[in-house]
């Protein structure tokens, strides 16, 4: 994970300099000769997934803790206030125990291989999508020139699993979430991906380090919100669209908790289940980050700009604050998303479908079409 | 319209079906008369409840469009005869009528009133289930609130309630 | 559209359901549905008995093709509780807390109708005024906590988990005014043969004009988080519409019959205790559905009518807390009630329409018979009729506009 970007103008352009992470790791560990490369290799990657599934779990920890509390206080009341102490910041982890204990039930005529390998795939993909994300300038477990598309080509498998879900779980109401499922995070990814092209039209490139860099300039405001005015309909759709994905309220249809009582959740209990809330809580990070990384200036902020004129860039500190500023106007995205959820109420599926098919996809077209148009027309009037 | 008026209309009408009604008095020790009191009600042939019900929703006068309520009593394990008790309403009128039917409990049966009132096809799946009386022509007689195999029927005056079902005591 | 009689018939054989090919189905949206000559069959799925949206114990066996609800059949009997055999074993008084528990959402005015109706019975017994106050604030207190719990309730099955909690705060306060007046908060037995049996603790009216002062502010902000949201208004208008012609052919009472526009309410029209002087003192309006936001007659009609009511709820209990006086609150009732010979029907205006009670007395302590005319029972039937043609989403919609309690229609 020791990739460098010489400076802030140029930006280095070698390919796989992801092997630096190794070649790095290796030169620093005092590690006897005889082992061979392979094992080396192996080794070095599964820091990188432990690494990995620390974040996630600290990250899912977090948000099912913010999620309770901020859906507490909207509902006038306090949400976790024991476990642990303090407002209960221990509530996520006593209830893991607690879902780690239970008795793994699977139920009768479901199919079992379906059963066990939906959450797996969930969980798994979900666990691609993120390895994608660049964590600050100098913290990436793989630099991607396609980053974006990565995210959202890996991000999208989550649909297999959860249809999977629905269907192995021998269950009609299960079913009917599966197929919601599969209707509904099909149409918004349309939107999704249009919208997105937009402030990639500004930016001009898919790698989200890329992204956040170009997003530098005027005191480390320069985000592509402000760079191009069709960025902020963009990010509107963009998040609808997000909300639809990761079947968020008011678009939890496959979960409908008073309609289906839980959608295609319904038949797992205990670790199972954690999986799948693990996946959502991770997605939804997951399309913060790239909100913010694509619209609202990733890693910059005016305390980046400020350390960077001090010359501070390359050291610790400076990623530290990257990392901060991203993770930070994360959860602010991720805090938007619950309090949309405790705020309004669920839309029926063929009202999902019209607005996915008959206006986000349209407006997203036309956005794309403007702003290409725009970047077109201010290229012509700069130069 | 109060009760005497719904009752002298219906009676210059000449409705098939009507047969006397029935007013409170008060109790009177000559004749050893408990008397009757609470609401007045007419009295109605129940092989003529479907033309005298239709009459009640299609006169203008009367205009009961609503089919309140549609059940049946038992009075006593002596007395020969169930009651099938009915209440319309009119709603542009503000005006009740009740009326009572009585029903040979060795003959049970009398026409529906569904297809006067949609009302009343919940209304008789309950009191055949309850009472065991028979509704012709009723498009759905399924039981409504007991299981399909609930032996007897219930509210009548003389039911037993039985020892067990299906292997559970019902002490 | 199937009948209920092809839904019952068919309900048992697993025959798969081929439409001939000329059949053309018009859908919701208006368009013809376009028809490939494939056989399939619908499915059948259960909802309920357990169930987080059908308010209660009840089964609705659905029948549906994909997401298009194709037939709809409630089952109904899992919380038959034989109330009414139970009134011919039991005596008059002893009857009481049975009523409470049939709708125990608005367990006043279950108390009320019964008393009402021995009161029919006892022509006699002289109620005193300040107990008839009492009963009005008791059953318009009451009608406010229902309408609370079906606002509250209704907003969950449409998935807006916020305005629940907010619903039952206020629901809180009028529960704990409830518990200071007569012990209970749910299942009173307050309103008796004769007027009330515990006179209001010190303090108790002016708390009752608090709350009511309170409540009107938190009313509109409900009101406009809810009803008036979007999204809330695309899921209930045009859903579930019942004409007015429908609703006298159901026998629909109460909030349905006033959603879809007919101008009828029983403390208005036909009234009983104060309500009369009440209206013409001018303390409440009627409110009625207008088909604004949709059709005539739709969810979001009746939802918004329980709304409205809460506020003229209101009304009536200022009015009611201006008039009342000090004074007796129960008549001259002896400790073992004989009701004298006779019949009685007498319905009075519930949340949820018209509950009656038909009572038949041979002079003794206990009654010959005990009919309870609910009002879910009767508006319950009505979804058999509604819900074919709806969506899946939409039939829980329906059930939730429909504001049922599974005691009452059980019994």
Known sequence: MLGLIQDTGTLAQTPNEGTNFLHGLLQWLPLPEWIPDWVLVLGAVGVGVGILVGLVSVITLWSVWMERKVSGHMQCRNGPMYAGGWHGWAQTIADGIKLFQKEDMIPLGADRVLFVLSPAIVLASIFGALAALPLSYDWYFARMDLGIFTILAIGSTTTIGVIMAGWASNSKWSLYGAMREAAQVVAYEIPLGIALMVPLIALGTFSLLDASALQSGFYGMGWAIFQNPLCLPAFIIFWIAALAETKRAPFDLPEAESELVAGFLTEFSGIRWSFFFMEEYAAMFLMSVVGAVFFFGGFESPVTYALRSLGMEGTIVFSLVCFTTLVLKAFIGVFLMMWLRWTLPRVRIDQVMTMGYKYLTPLALVCVLCAAIWEAFLHLVLN | MDFNAIAEHLSVANVPGLLSVDLPRPPDKKTKDKGRSG????????????????????????????????????????????????????????????????????????????????????????????????????????????????????????????????????? | MTSPTETSATEDEHKPSIRPADEVRILASGEREFFMD???????????????????????????????????????????????????????????????????????????????????????????????????????????????????????????????????????????????????????????????????????LREVADFCDVFEGKWQEYYDLLIENHIFVQRTAN??????????????????????????????????LEYGQAHDAGAFGVPLGTGEKGTLGDCWDRTQVRMKEMIECLGIVRWCLEQIEPGPIIGNVPRVIKVPPGEAYVGIENP????????????????????????????????????????????????????????ETDR
Request: charged share 20%; glycine share 8%.
């Open chain 3, 38 to 204: 494939v056989a399939t069959s619908d499915l059948e799925i259960n909802m309920g008995p357990q169930h987080p949206a059908t308010h209660g114990v009840m089964r609705v066996l659905l029948r549906t093709d994909g997401e298009l609800v194709t037939g709809a059949q409630p089952h109904l009997g899992y919380l038959h509780r034989c109330a009414e055999k139970i009134g011919e074993s039991v005596e008059w008084l002893q009857y009481l807390p049975y009523t409470d528990r049939y709708d125990y959402l608005s367990a006043m005015n279950n108390n009320l109708s019964y008393s009402l109706a021995v009161e029919a019975l006892m022509p006699e017994l002289e109620i005193p005024r300040r107990g008839t106050m009492i009963r009005m604030i008791c059953a318009e207190l009451n009608r406010i906590a229902s309408h609370l719990v079906a606002f509250g309730t209704y907003g969950l099955d449409i998935g807006a988990f916020t305005p629940f909690f907010y619903a039952f705060r206020e629901r809180e306060w009028i529960q704990a005014l409830f518990e200071k007046i007569c012990g209970a908060r749910l299942t009173y037995s307050y309103i008796r043969i004769g007027g009330v049996f515990n006179d209001t603790p010190p303090g108790w």
């Open chain 2, 39 to 171: 609401l007045p009600h007419v009295c109605v042939d129940p092989a003529c409840m479907v033309e005298f019900l239709t009459f009640c929703r299609d006169d203008e006068a009367l205009g009961f469009e609503v089919l309140i309520d549609l059940s049946a009593s038992d009075p006593s394990v002596d007395d020969e005869n169930l009651w099938i008790l009915i209440q319309l309403l009119s709603v542009r009128h503000r005006h009740r009528l009740g009326i009572k039917s009585l029903l040979p409990k060795s003959a049970l049966s009398m026409p529906s009133s569904t297809r006067v009132y949609r009302a009343a096809q919940w209304h008789e799946r309950e009191c055949m289930e309850m009472f065991g009386v028979t509704f012709e022509g009723h498009p759905d007689p399924r039981n409504m609130l007991l299981p399909d195999d609930w032996p007897g029927y219930p509210m009548r005056k003389d039911y037993e309630f039985p020892k067990e079902y299906h292997g559970i005591s019902c002490e």
């Open chain 3, 352 to 407: 949820r329409g018209e509950l009656g009670h038909y009572l038949h007395s041979d002079g003794g302590k206990i009654a010959t018979r005990c009919r309870v005319r609910a009002p879910s029972f009767v508006n319950l039937a009505v979804l058999e009729d509604l819900m074919p043609g709806s969506l899946l989403a939409d039939a829980v919609a329906i059930i939730g506009a429909t504001d049922i309690v599974v005691g």
């Open chain 3, 239 to 272: 859903v579930g519409v019942i004409t007015a012609e429908m609703a006298y052919d159901f026998g629909l009472t109460g909030p349905m019959l006033r959603g879809s526009g007919v101008d009828f309410d029983l403390r208005r029209d036909m009234p009983y």
